[in-house]
């Protein structure tokens, strides 16, 4: 079974600093997606960015980029420019590409403070 | 707008008594899911479903139930056999494939006393 391993229960940035939040990953399986999602205090989970696995290069959108290793299995999120609004928990997901098993196997997440 | 509801936000109930948490999307998406969040810990599937009248078993469905008679509505019961319910229940939906990306509800935090 897969298993995604976030090692970072809590991290702290300065405003407008970079952080990176690290995820690791379990697979046997060669074709897969990558997630990581957002969940700020109002607890309403928000896509971040996405990852196929087919996919050498690495995902970005705006602020945010993966560092995406396939062979060590690791799936890391880079924030630039550390905004206030970007506080909140952060949990990276796997999903099988395989038909007949649609969950997403998430992390325990990592709780991001950002200081002004 | 569209979206997904979950309601109540909050709910108590006593220990023994069934439960439903209610989810709606208006988002035309065929796959409904629920996880539950507890604290320190990522989400769980509990059930999905990819098609009205048809749903599978998450990781921990036992003491939960749930039912899909329409496209656009999922919801999900937590019954007296659920020995720990009191957690934070989270509806998702996607189209199909499913590993498009989730879109989810607000959540619905269930205390049982």
């Known amino acids: 079974a897969q298993t995604v391993t976030q090692s970072q229960p809590e991290m702290s940035v300065q405003e407008a600093e970079t952080v990176t939040l690290s995820c690791t990953y379990d697979t046997s399986e060669s074709d897969y997606y990558l997630f990581w999602y957002k969940q700020p205090p109002s607890r309403q989970m928000i896509l971040v960015i996405r990852?196929?696995?087919?996919?050498?290069q690495n995902a970005t959108e705006n602020r945010f980029s993966v560092n995406f290793q396939k062979a060590a299995k690791s799936f890391s999120l880079k924030i630039s420019d550390s905004q206030l609004g970007d506080a909140a928990m952060y949990f990276c997901?796997?999903?099988?590409?395989?038909?007949?098993?649609?969950?997403?196997?998430f992390g325990k997440g990592t709780k991001l403070t950002v200081n002004p | 707008d569209g979206g997904i509801t979950q309601s109540p936000k909050y709910l108590f109930r006593k220990e023994g008594q069934n439960v439903t948490l209610s989810c709606e999307q208006n988002l035309n998406h065929d796959a409904m899911y629920w996880y539950r969040q507890d604290p320190g810990q990522g989400l769980r599937l509990i059930y999905y479903?990819?098609?009205?009248?048809?749903?599978q078993k998450g990781d921990i469905a036992e003491g939960y139930s749930v039912s899909r008679e329409k496209k656009e509505s999922f919801p999900l019961t937590v019954t007296s056999a659920q020995k720990n319910p009191t957690a934070f229940y989270l509806c998702a939906s996607s189209t199909l494939p499913s590993y498009n990306e989730q879109f989810f509800g607000p959540g619905t935090r269930l205390t049982v006393l």
């Open positions: 990852q196929e696995a087919y996919k050498q």
């Open positions: 479903s990819q098609i009205v009248n048809d749903f």
């Open positions: 997901a796997y999903r099988t590409s395989q038909g007949g098993s649609e969950k997403l196997v």
